[in-house]
């Protein structure tokens, strides 16, 4: 699916859904602002738009068709034969955790920002787009005045989306440090090992994804004006807030594990200090009965009518007399 809009420089509509033979005309026009959004295009599609209308740099198209795990930020400036205008590439991962399947679901957005352009390429249908887009459209706000007020709106929502996903990861640590109070099991263990491999990896983006915005706060890039600077620097804070919100999950979760361990250890214990009782009550019993039942040359019941009596008699006097000393010396 192909979207394009072209929106003046008071950020007001132009046109939609352009004629592709008009896009030439439309990028020379200093006076227009041009926003092409490709969702899940064919190659043919991906390679008409990226390679014959914008003519980007094919290492940057390469990039962005192939799927990226590591966010970064590349500035392209053209060469002597090179037919592109001075660009940046932009690689970001947006989020979303669901509490059903336990992992964080990455998504991948990518930017080629130019003075009078802005390219967003992603295979799936995402949130931040899709408000972005409406607020252009409908807001009174005009944030589509230029390529790099809405490329700091999708950056700014793409953030404001990991948000909703901390908060469900952080509902479904609390659950789970409750039932590792209340009752751990293999499975308990095995939730917070998924757990934790999910905070992982979303550190894992977060990490390289606040680098990218850190070079935008600091205003290393020509094509960012300056006095958006404070605006990525904000998105910047937020992203680095939820880093150490991260950080706090895994510490939270390797606390959890500790606790689980040591409950483990305890009902390890516990187990282990029964079967030893069991068997050190047990023991007279034991000593009595295989010292009586190997007595054949002299049996007690042949002579003796209370033998078998008198025997368990002795065998209960003395498993009582174990019991009580443990109860005295506080062991039961």
């Avoid at 053209?78 to 399947?101: G, M, N, Q, W």
Wanted: aromatic content about 12%; proline content about 5%.
């Amino acid at each position: 699916m192909v979207r394009s809009f072209a929106f003046t420089t008071q950020g007001r509509l132009h046109s939609k859904d352009l004629e592709v033979f008009l896009m030439p005309t439309l990028l020379a026009d200093t006076n227009l602002f041009l926003w092409v959004d490709l969702e899940n295009p064919t190659a043919e599609e991906a390679k008409y738009f990226l390679e014959d209308v914008f003519h980007f740099h094919p290492l940057s198209i390469e990039d962005c068709v192939a799927e990226s795990s590591a966010p970064k930020v590349e500035e392209y400036l053209p060469k002597e034969d090179d037919r592109f205008t001075p660009y940046l590439f932009i690689v970001v991962h947006a989020v979303d955790y669901s509490r059903k399947d336990g992992v964080f679901a990455t998504r991948e957005l990518d930017f080629f920002l130019g003075k009078h352009f802005l390219v967003t390429y992603h295979m799936t249908p995402l949130k931040s787009i899709q408000a972005v887009e409406e607020r252009c459209l409908r807001s009174n706000v005009h944030i589509a005045r230029a390529p790099d007020r809405v490329a700091h709106s999708l950056l700014d929502s793409i953030v404001d989306n990991y948000k909703p996903a901390l908060e469900e990861l952080s509902i479904e640590i609390a659950e789970l440090e409750a039932h590792v109070l209340r009752n751990p099991t293999h499975q308990t263990l095995n939730k917070i090992i998924q757990i934790k491999k999910e905070v992982l990896h979303l550190r894992q983006i977060i990490g390289p994804q606040r680098e990218v915005l850190a070079r935008f706060a600091q205003g290393e890039f020509k094509l960012i004006r300056a006095h958006l600077v404070p605006y990525y620097r904000d998105v910047y804070d937020g992203l680095f807030h939820i880093s150490e919100q991260a950080q706090g999950y895994t510490d939270s979760l390797t606390g959890i594990l500790q606790v689980y361990l040591s409950m483990s250890s305890n009902r390890t214990g516990e187990i282990i200090k029964l079967l030893t009782l069991i068997t050190i009550i047990t023991t007279p019993a034991l000593l009595v009965g295989t010292w009586y039942g190997m007595n054949f040359k002299h049996m007690p019941e042949l002579g003796w009518p209370w033998g078998y009596a008198s025997i368990a008699g002795i065998t209960l006097a003395s498993t009582l007399g174990v019991i009580l000393y443990f109860r005295r010396r506080g062991w039961l």
